[in-house]
């Protein structure tokens, strides 16, 4: 099994930053693709960033593509998600997710394409 544990969510400020990061434990993620979700209030979970097993290729979501950069390191069991000139629509909380099984050099956008999930951390964006 895996467990994932997000940080450095907090309330901040339309144009200020966020760095996410995403912690493994229990079972290395080195070899899984990984992704990052979130869930606004009143709305359904959504897509937001997904990096290869080696971070050969990522996708983004068309709402963040440019401000948000998601990373990982692979010695450190981590993966993160930088997230400049942030705006009071990307207030929501913030998941990531651990997809257990092949292809690895794919990137994937489906919450059910995922088998392991953190708890989440909430993002604040204020005007």
């Known amino acids: 099994q895996v467990q994932l544990v997000e940080s450095g969510g907090g309330l901040v400020q339309a144009g200020d930053s966020l760095r996410l990061s995403c912690a493994a434990s229990?079972?290395?993620?080195?070899?899984?693709?990984l992704g990052w979700f979130r869930r606004a209030p009143g709305k359904e979970r959504e897509f937001v960033a997904a990096?290869?097993?080696?971070?050969?290729?990522?996708i983004y979501a068309d709402s963040v593509q440019g401000r948000f950069t998601i990373s990982r390191n692979n010695a450190q069991n981590t993966v993160d998600l930088q997230m400049n000139n942030l705006k009071t629509g990307d207030t929501a909380v913030y998941y990531c997710?651990?997809?257990?099984?092949?292809?690895?050099?794919?990137?994937?956008?489906?919450?059910?394409?995922?088998?392991?999930w953190g708890q989440g951390t909430q993002v604040t964006v204020s005007s």
């Open positions: 997710a651990a997809r257990g099984r092949g292809p690895r050099y794919q990137v994937f956008r489906l919450p059910n394409e995922y088998d392991y």
């Open positions: 229990g079972r290395t993620i080195s070899m899984f693709p």
């Open positions: 990096i290869a097993w080696d971070g050969s290729r990522t």
